[in-house]
């Protein structure tokens, strides 16, 4: 059962309010911990996951260090395809956190995509986790950002070239019309790191659409663009589940009546295999509507409304449809 994300700050936090805060987005693998090691320099030890399994389970803060005179401090958050935790922990978790720093108001000045430019083809886990970053962070908090194409060959790889001027052409188009920058990182280390974040330190600092949905506009998570996206996903993998479920209690029922021991004992155990998985799709939307993280929020200020209000207009993107759109419509709310 998923328990919503209440991140305790850590102490070097409440010391400097003026570090440049920079929140760092990706897929599980694509070397966000590594990023962020790196540009902290010695000072940082987050754990980096060399295996399968995912080591950042829940929104890390890096060590504030300086890049030309300013303070930075960058967060760590975990990959949107995890393989420990379900797309319903992982919004939570990243919603909880973005709603701390609403409520403390600070802002985020600089926002980075890792993407691996190894990767042959866009897989739908990729799709799927860009399409939740744009959601996340919204249009107007493009300028703040940076796409980074990771893990380049040495020495450079024309297929590598030639994937990147695809991925800006097609996956990445959005984001950059709205003023993302994309960079290379061609190396480790904290040169080519600090060279990245350099590009973003002169950003006015932004709020995120998830902050001004939750902490402002006082939607459920699931009534968010993004909560709707992680809805949308679930309901698509659910009903996918369900009907292999029935394809696998007819080819069951046949053989039972052809008393085919054998197949009926493996379709048996693939049958509770899916029955379990259909539970857990279940599960995670059941979480997903009933997660209030606006719950603790102060009541807005006239300046917030106003901003709500602006904010709140069609930005060329269209929400999936999830539980909070009822709900929203009952607020007085109509799209």
Known sequence: MATPYAPRLPPAWTRTNEALRFIVFGGTGVGKTSFVNDASGSASNLQIGHDLPSCTKT?????????????????????????????????????QFLLNLHTQNQQITGILYLHRITDNRMSGASIRALSLFEKICGNHAMRNAVIVTNMWSTPRD???????????????????LNGAKVARRGGTGPVSAQAILSLLLNCT???????????IRRLPLDGTEAGALVDQNLRQRLERQEREKVELEEELQAAREERDRRAQEQLERFKRDKEEEVRLLRQQLDILRSARQHQNVPPPTETEVQYSSVSSSPSGSKPGRGFGWGRRRNQGGSR
């Open 158 to 176: 024309p297929q590598e070239e030639s994937r990147e001027e695809q991925l800006k052409t097609e996956y990445f188009k959005n984001a950059i």
């Open 59 to 95: 929104v890390q803060a890096g060590p504030i260090f300086s890049i030309d005179g300013r303070a930075v401090q960058l967060f760590d958050t975990p990959g949107f395809d995890d393989t420990t935790l379900t797309d319903t922990e992982i919004l939570q978790q990243i919603a």
């Open 205 to 215: 600092p932004v709020e995120l659409q998830l902050q001004t949905e939750l902490g």
